[in-house]
C-alpha cells in the first residue's frame, strides 16, 4: 500500500525547483531587458532608397522607348530651323537703259524717217547716235547679205555696201518719230497720225515715197498695229 505522505513530497520537490529555476529566469529576463532600437530618422528632404533588388524590377518592369534614326534628323533639323535665317540680299538684275530717241523733225512721207534715221545714214552715225548694239549677225542672203544691229527696241540692217536696208520698230516704249505713232495703237490712231495709206488690206497699211516704203502690220482681230517698218524698195 502506497504512503500517500511520502508519495507526494516525492513529486512535490522536483516541482518546486522547477518553478524556483523559472521564476529565476523571468526574473533575469526583466531585470536585463532587451535593447531596443529605435529606427534612425533620414535626412530632411531625402527620400529613403530602395533596394538595389527593387531598383532592377523596376528597370526591367519599365519598357524602354524604342530609338529611330530619323529622330536624330529631326533633332538636327530643329535645331537649325530655330536659328533666325541670315537675310539675303535679292539682286536684281540691271535693266539695260534704252537707247535715248532724239527725234529732230516730224515724219515726212517726202523725205521719210525713223527713228530719227534716213535710209542714207551710214553705221558709223547710227552707232555714234545709240551706241554699240546689243546684239550684231548677218542674215543669210545668196545675193547681198545683210548685217543687223539689234538694239533689242530695234533693229537696223546694212548690205555689203554699207546702205541702210531696214529699220524695224519692236517696241511700244520707244517713239519711232511718226508724229506721236507706237505700237498697239488702233488703226484710227494710225489715219490721224499718218493720214491716207497708199495701200491698204485687212492688215497691212502701206505709205510709199521715192526708194522707200513705210510698212505698217495690223492685228486684224485686235485692230492693233504690231510692226512698223522702213525698208528700201
Not at 530655330?82 to 515724219?107: F, G
Request: charged fraction near 20%; proline fraction near 9%; charge should be negative.
Amino acid at each position: 500500500m502506497i504512503n500517500t505522505p511520502t508519495y507526494a513530497a516525492r513529486w512535490l520537490v522536483p516541482f518546486i525547483l522547477i518553478m524556483l529555476i523559472t521564476g529565476c529566469k523571468h526574473t533575469s529576463e526583466a531585470l536585463n531587458p532587451a535593447p531596443t532600437v529605435t529606427p534612425t530618422p533620414s535626412p530632411a528632404g531625402t527620400a529613403p532608397q530602395a533596394s538595389k533588388d527593387s531598383i532592377n524590377e523596376q528597370a526591367s518592369a519599365t519598357p524602354q522607348p524604342l530609338v529611330n534614326p530619323n529622330d536624330k534628323v529631326s533633332l538636327a533639323s530643329a535645331e537649325t530651323g530655330s536659328k533666325p535665317e541670315e537675310q539675303q540680299e535679292t539682286v536684281k538684275p540691271t535693266a539695260t537703259p534704252k537707247p535715248k530717241i532724239d527725234i529732230q523733225e516730224a515724219y515726212n512721207q517726202t523725205k521719210p524717217t525713223l527713228l530719227g534715221l534716213t535710209l542714207k545714214t551710214s553705221p558709223d552715225a547710227v552707232t555714234s547716235k545709240y551706241g554699240k548694239p546689243k546684239e550684231q549677225f548677218q542674215m543669210e542672203d545668196d545675193v547681198d547679205p545683210i548685217t543687223v544691229y539689234d538694239y533689242t527696241d530695234f533693229m537696223v540692217g546694212y548690205n555689203k555696201q554699207n546702205q541702210l536696208q531696214f529699220i524695224d520698230i519692236r517696241s511700244s516704249e520707244i517713239n519711232p518719230g511718226l508724229n506721236g505713232l507706237k505700237l498697239g495703237q488702233s488703226t484710227s490712231d494710225i489715219y490721224k497720225a499718218l493720214g491716207k495709206p497708199d495701200s491698204n488690206t485687212s492688215y497691212v497699211l502701206i505709205y510709199k515715197s521715192k526708194d522707200a516704203v513705210l510698212k505698217l502690220d495690223i492685228d486684224p482681230k485686235t485692230d492693233k498695229l504690231n510692226s512698223i517698218k522702213l525698208f528700201s524698195e
